[in-house]
């Protein structure tokens, strides 16, 4: 059979993926009479939002900001129903968003990139699809997420179980788990919303927990009458207010210290702010993340919760997480969590307690011979954060050097969250160096999207086609991150957190999220446009 002929694809910006990123950066550019074009592997528009299906999906940041600013006329058509918005319904506004715009015409959909190299002659990427095709661009532009890789199963004799096995990334639509004996591996944000929904239809549930998570309330509810309409009516301001605040939130913070108030007023304040739920409590106090006596008044607050709430002593002891900081791993934001737990067919399995030895064909074995029989296993075991969707492909840069090789050598480097040293003209939206998941994404996503805009407007106006991170201006940026990090307690404890890549084996660790919030990295990034894009190279 003769194989079909290669189609070769030119454009001046590529941009891989269609999330809140890759559609804001196509309407963007495209509008300013850019030749923009998308690749997205999913069949649809989502991204994360796409993927993450699974039973109880919802976003911790409320829908009125979780969503785009750009828009007048879409912030007021949209109607959300609820303070927190379902993954359904997320994916369904960014639907109405590529319809809206006529997005989808630039996009191709099912479509993997397999690699990308940069050719120096031409000043140009070749990027290779899985079915052959080939496109070639000035830019390639990376919108591919933060949290879009799965990691790699790390669980002792796991191919030894033979029965269905389900990720809550890529979950099958329509899968009914209605009275099955269920095993949870994965106590984080994903399993911490996983696991509450599916304890109401299956007959039973095990719930195997490594590393106990904090556990903040939603407290969703529906949006109340009127509610909406006096949100639209200020949403200009309340944006502005979302920028000034370092999360990219409007979010009323408390200016006092934890001890600059009695322990009757501590209290209190936790309390306010545990019944309201959401990520208002991390505003409970000013020096949570900054002061180890402070967040140990908070984790105090949280354990006496879980003895209130769990009926169970020695189940409310195993979900204390003791050995991290609150917020030192992504603060979990749920509902029910933790009154699940005192639920008949729920069990906990705490293998910190007693390790897991292995996996069985009919379930898994503790290290004192305890077996448990499971028919389904669900994997809510995280991501290879950050990094995953850039090693995942063979990016080359200048003389053919790896991408790939080099974060795993040395670490994801960046300046200013953009580039990449010996990568010309491949721009990150809102990954390493960023303050990314930090922050609401939105946001974060909005700030970048700008100045990317802003720089490829200047460079045609000035006759650039090449940009290039300098070495220097990275390694010092890197540095700051870590320095930034090093002034809170997020490092801090034995937490295993993706946000330093210490959920993945073998992993070379550095905090990679800027740790100061959008406001001042704003700053930092508004400072190298308005000076010729210092830390770049403009050729």
């Not at 799965?150 to 990720?167: C, E, M, S, T």
């Not at 944006?239 to 409007?250: L, W």
């Not at 699940?340 to 705490?350: E, S």
Request: glycine share 10%.
């Amino acid at each position: 059979m003769t194989k079909p002929p290669t189609t070769v694809t030119d454009y001046e910006v590529l941009v891989v993926g269609a999330g809140f990123s890759g559609l804001h950066l196509l309407h963007r550019l495209r509008g300013a009479g850019h030749l923009v074009h998308v690749v997205e592997q999913a069949p649809e528009v989502g991204g994360t939002w796409y993927w993450n299906r699974y039973p109880g999906a919802r976003c911790d940041v409320e829908s009125v900001d979780y969503s785009y600013s750009w828009d007048e006329d879409l912030q007021q058509e949209w109607d959300w129903t609820e303070k927190y918005p379902a993954q359904g319904d997320i994916l369904a506004y960014l639907k109405h968003v590529a319809d809206r715009f006529d997005l989808r015409k630039d996009i191709d959909f099912n479509t993997t990139l397999t690699g990308a190299e940069w050719d120096e002659s031409q000043g140009l990427w070749t990027a290779t699809a899985d079915d052959g095709r080939i496109y070639r661009a000035r830019y390639l532009l990376m919108a591919v997420g933060c949290l879009s890789v799965p990691k790699d199963i790390d669980l002792p004799g796991f191919d030894k179980f033979a029965g269905p096995v389900l990720r809550t990334y890529d979950w099958p639509e329509g899968e009914d788990l209605k009275g099955r004996t269920v095993g949870v591996i994965g106590t984080g944000s994903t399993g911490a919303q996983v696991i509450p929904a599916l304890s109401e239809t299956v007959g039973d549930l095990t719930v195997i927990q490594r590393t106990p998570n904090f556990v903040i309330p939603t407290r969703n509810r529906p949006l109340h009458d009127g509610e909406l309409e006096e949100i639209k009516a200020d949403y200009a301001d309340r944006r502005v207010r979302n920028r000034s605040h370092p999360a990219g939130v409007f979010r009323s913070d408390n200016e006092k210290n934890a001890f600059d108030v009695d322990a009757q007023e501590r209290y209190a304040t936790f309390q306010e702010r545990w019944e309201g739920g959401g990520i208002n409590f991390l505003g409970s106090f000013a020096d949570l993340m900054f002061d180890q006596a402070a967040n140990d008044a908070v984790a105090e607050f949280v354990h006496a919760k879980i003895d209130e709430i769990v009926d169970d002593p020695a189940t409310a002891a195993s979900l204390k997480p003791r050995s991290y900081p609150l917020g030192a791993k992504r603060p979990v934001i749920a509902t029910d969590y933790y009154e699940t737990y005192n639920k008949d067919n729920v069990h906990l399995v705490d293998v910190k307690r007693n390790p897991l030895d292995t996996f069985t064909e009919k379930g898994f074995r503790l290290a004192d011979g305890t077996e448990y029989a499971i028919d389904t296993m669900v994997l809510a075991t995280g991501f290879d954060a950050f990094t995953g969707p850039f090693t995942k492909m063979d990016i080359r840069g200048t003389d053919g050097r790896s991408l790939a090789q080099v974060w795993n050598r040395e670490g994801a480097r960046t300046q200013l969250g953009f580039g990449a040293a010996g990568f010309p003209n491949m721009i990150i939206v809102a990954g390493v160096g960023s303050p990314s998941v930090l922050a609401n994404m939105v946001t974060a996503i909005e700030q970048h999207v700008e100045w990317i805009s802003r720089l490829l407007d200047t460079m045609r106006e000035e006759g650039y086609t090449k940009i290039e991170a300098q070495e220097s201006a990275q390694e010092a940026w890197a540095q700051t991150v870590e320095d930034v990090a090093a002034m809170t307690l997020w490092p801090n404890g034995d937490s295993g957190s993706w946000y330093r890549g210490a959920n993945v084996e073998g992993k070379v660790q550095l905090f990679m999220p800027y740790a100061a919030g959008i406001v001042e990295y704003g700053n930092a990034i508004d400072k190298s446009a308005e000076n010729d894009y210092e830390g770049f190279v403009l050729s």
